[in-house]
């Protein structure tokens, strides 16, 4: 059970991401096998998802079993759903069940009461939830799971007197006190009392009962599905931060983008943090004006603090297939600025552009480039090879590519060389070629042992790559 604690913990945003590649390209059977073989989580779900969708549950059982047997709830729930959908109700019904030794009996339970919901037993699922209301998790399940269950009516009765005891001390809120606000609201909303709910809602939000986190977001989302634009704008003029989106965004629905864009230019007017400049690059590109958008934030550009939004504009920018343009952008920066930014990630955020757009030769001279001169500055670049081998794949040179990432060691150059392979269909080889468990475990330390290291003497952090 730890080593599949560790792979969700720490594998989470590489491997679903290969798995859902080789799943989409038609590599199912690789899944299956690599369940079995490397006991892969990522890969056992995957398999299950897609055994799911070709309608070979009894398949899909057979993978995912000896994972739920540790008991490890998120194997729990997969099971459980591949038995809802095989019509084996009363079976996922037991093995959702929590057990008195579970380590958070929370998760337990809302696993639990999603499996009863589904059977079609909505008021059980009430009845299990109802006894932990006072943890955030059980609350917004109960909100979440009940909704067109025919039960509205109850949700609002357990909800009313933890919202009331909220209102009278929202310093003492508990763990999640503060949640029945939104969800009285939620639930009000869904039964056609919508008016009700913004009367309610907006004196909470009025007089401040937030709790630890903030609910005006909520409110506003409110608002907005509601058309309250005035409601929304009077929101935005006092709690800018968590209400300026929620009007931006309602006035564009409405088609009044230049409302919403003047409002904007308002505030960045005013001298308001560079977040506003975003907000108006990303509302200008979204009406069809990059231009424009590049325009409005571009006094941030050589700026050397947080508010600099260089980076989110090469990303708009090549999301709308303008990668020359923002291959430029990186090119016309102050000298101060290159001189703080460039080794670190201006350089290859252009070397990413030039491969993308079809200039990945220009893109690895300029690295070769780096080596011999006065000062050789190949060291600077963290992962010059990893930055080379995605570039000779893009340009074409395969071969090149899959041999300089073989020998390079690691994770990061195992989940490069299995995209690859994908691509060509290589789907047990692309599995391969990540490395098990126990040598990402020691991989981990390794770097964790290095960081130790760093801090303990004052040096300096790395390149960040894209």
Request: glycine fraction near 10%.
């Amino acid at each position: 059970m730890d080593d599949l604690q560790w792979q969700v913990t720490n594998l989470g945003g590489v491997l679903p991401r290969i798995v859902d590649e080789v799943l989409d390209g038609g590599g199912l059977a690789a899944l299956v096998e690599a369940a079995r073989e490397r006991e892969d989580w990522f890969c056992a779900e995957g398999a299950v998802r897609g055994l799911c969708a070709a309608g070979e549950f009894e398949r899909a059982w057979a993978v995912v079993e000896p994972f739920a047997g540790t008991g490890w709830r998120p194997a729990v729930r997969v099971a459980a759903d591949v038995l809802l959908r095989w019509g084996r109700v009363g079976q996922a019904l037991e093995l959702s069940r929590p057990e008195r030794s579970e380590r958070d009996a929370i998760v337990a339970v809302r696993d639990h009461a999603e499996v009863l919901v589904r059977a079609g037993r909505a008021e059980e699922a009430v009845d299990v939830l109802a006894p932990y209301l006072r943890d955030r998790r059980a609350l917004g399940a109960l909100v979440e799971l009940t909704e067109g269950q025919g039960c509205d009516a109850r949700v609002l009765e357990l909800l009313a007197p933890l919202a009331e005891e909220f209102r009278r001390s929202p310093g003492r809120g508990g763990n999640g006190l503060w949640e029945a606000l939104s969800g009285q609201a939620r639930v009000l909303e869904r039964s056609g009392r919508a008016d009700e709910a913004i009367r309610q809602f907006g004196a909470d939000v009025a007089a401040r009962r937030y709790g630890p986190q903030n609910n005006v977001e909520s409110y506003a989302g409110l608002l907005a599905r509601h058309g309250r634009i005035e409601e929304l704008r009077s929101l935005a003029d006092t709690e800018s931060h968590a209400g300026v989106p929620g009007y931006v965004g309602a006035l564009e629905d409405a088609g009044r983008a230049e409302e919403a864009e003047a409002y904007l230019r308002g505030l960045v007017a005013a001298g308001k943090p560079g977040w506003y400049e975003s907000m108006l690059m990303e509302l200008l590109f979204r009406q069809g004006r990059p231009a424009d958008g590049i325009e409005a934030a571009a006094g941030t550009f050589d700026d050397l603090h947080d508010s600099n939004l260089l980076q989110p504009a090469l990303l708009l920018l090549a999301e709308h297939g303008l990668h020359d343009r923002a291959i430029a952008l990186t090119q016309e920066r102050s000298p101060e600025f290159l001189a703080e930014h460039e080794a670190h990630w201006v350089r290859s955020n252009r070397w990413w552009l030039m491969g993308e757009v079809g200039r990945a030769p220009e893109a690895l001279a300029e690295i070769e480039a780096l080596r011999g001169g006065e000062v050789d500055l190949v060291d600077e670049v963290e992962d010059r090879e990893l930055t080379v081998a995605w570039l000779l794949a893009q340009d074409g040179r395969v071969a090149e590519a899959d041999a300089l990432l073989r020998a390079i060691p690691g994770k990061r150059a195992g989940t490069q060389l299995a995209e690859l392979l994908i691509r060509q269909g290589r789907f047990a080889e692309a599995i391969a070629a990540i490395p098990g468990v126990a040598a990402q475990r020691e991989e981990d330390e390794r770097q964790r042992a290095k960081w130790r290291e760093a801090a303990s003497s004052g040096a300096a952090g790395g390149w960040g790559s894209r």
